[in-house]
């Protein structure tokens, strides 16, 4: 196993890059990371023969009103935990190396804008495609790994990498849950104890819908009010929005499901806004 290298520019991470020869997977995060973090760097470390893993808690990305100054952060747990998986390279820039002065290129995908996340926090999405595309050109990774947890940004970043041909393979990874089912999240360290109990509710309602529609329920309508139903029983759950959404185009469903669809909420509990999703797979 070589040492972990910790390169906080892209020069220094490029000239480490050049020294490996072989498969590169690549693991973006914004860090205080979590065993949902770390089940991305293992499927990383299974299918190629390097690991390079970024923190970077990306401006760009958060709304005004959003978490940014107090978002999580602990770089020297999460420099232990990636040490611990056998990470090779960690990118660790500072703000001014990703948006130095004068920065003004951003990437959009503009059909992403319309519906679910990119209608609730405008900006997001083109601050996430923006980051990851610079990180793709710097990390020059053959695979990069995303979870299945932030459903609407592995389409964004799929329909990125094809409209720009980025030559990076995307890996989805699914979500990792907590034992009572709350998907593992950096944000839930914001959680009081009885918010985080009450959390268990979003993983419940959302399985609900997949046993359902395993038992033979089609009707998207029906789904969405069975779903909305059981989360209008936890008193805590301030439903932002509840959604049956075509697994590619994101648009609402209604009527019967044909060809799978994309089950995702976006829940308050007190300040912090939580998101989960299941996939209804297409039936043959
Ligand atoms: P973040 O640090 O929140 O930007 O997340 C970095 C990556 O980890 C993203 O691809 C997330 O989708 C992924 N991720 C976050 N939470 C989970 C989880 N519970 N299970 C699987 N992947 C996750």
Same mark, same amino acid.
């Given at each position: ?6 390169? =906080?520019?892209?020069?220094? +991470? ?7 020869? !072989?498969?590169?997977?690549? #693991? ?14 293992? %499927? ?10 970024? *923190?970077? #808690? ?21 420099? =232990? ?9 960690? +990118?660790?820039? !500072?703000?001014?190396? *990703?948006?130095?002065?004068?920065? $003004?290129? /951003? ?11 990119? #209608? ?7 601050? #996430? ?15 990069? /790994? ?56 979003? /993983? ?9 529609? =395993? ?28 959604? *049956?959404?075509?697994?590619? $185009? ?5 009527? $019967? ?25 297409? %039936?043959?």
């Amino acid at each position: 196993m070589t040492t972990m290298q910790i390169l =906080e520019t892209i020069q220094a +991470f490029r000239e480490a890059h050049a020294g490996l020869s !072989g498969t590169l997977g690549f #693991v973006p995060t914004m860090g205080y990371l979590h065993a949902g973090h770390l089940e991305l760097v293992r %499927q990383a470390r299974a299918e190629c023969e390097y690991v390079a893993v970024s *923190i970077f #808690v990306n401006p760009a990305q958060f709304g005004p009103n959003e978490d940014l100054a107090r978002y999580p952060r602990d770089v020297p747990r999460d420099l =232990e935990l990636l040490r611990a998986e056998g990470v090779d390279l960690i +990118f660790l820039p !500072g703000g001014d190396e *990703i948006y130095p002065p004068g920065y $003004s290129t /951003y990437v959009e995908v503009e059909s992403m804008n319309a519906v679910l996340e990119g #209608v609730r926090r405008p900006g997001h999405f083109r601050g #996430v495609a923006t980051v990851v595309c610079k990180l793709f050109n710097i990390v020059q990774a053959q695979r990069a /790994y995303f979870g299945q947890k932030d459903a609407q940004q592995t389409v964004v970043i799929r329909q990125m990498v094809r409209d720009l041909a980025i030559p990076t393979e995307i890996v989805i990874v699914p979500t990792v849950r907590e034992v009572d089912g709350l998907a593992m999240s950096s944000r839930n360290v914001y959680l009081d104890p009885e918010q985080r109990a009450a959390a268990a509710v979003l /993983y419940r309602g959302l399985q609900q819908v997949a046993t359902l529609y =395993e038992r033979g329920e089609r009707d998207a309508t029906t789904l969405r009010t069975e779903l909305q139903a059981t989360l209008a029983q936890e008193p805590l759950a301030q439903v932002e929005y509840v959604s *049956i959404a075509d697994l590619v $185009s994101l648009q609402e469903l209604d009527g $019967s499901i044909t060809g799978g669809a994309l089950v995702s909420l976006a829940v308050r509990f007190g300040r912090t806004r939580l998101i989960d999703n299941v996939i209804l797979e297409p %039936q043959a």
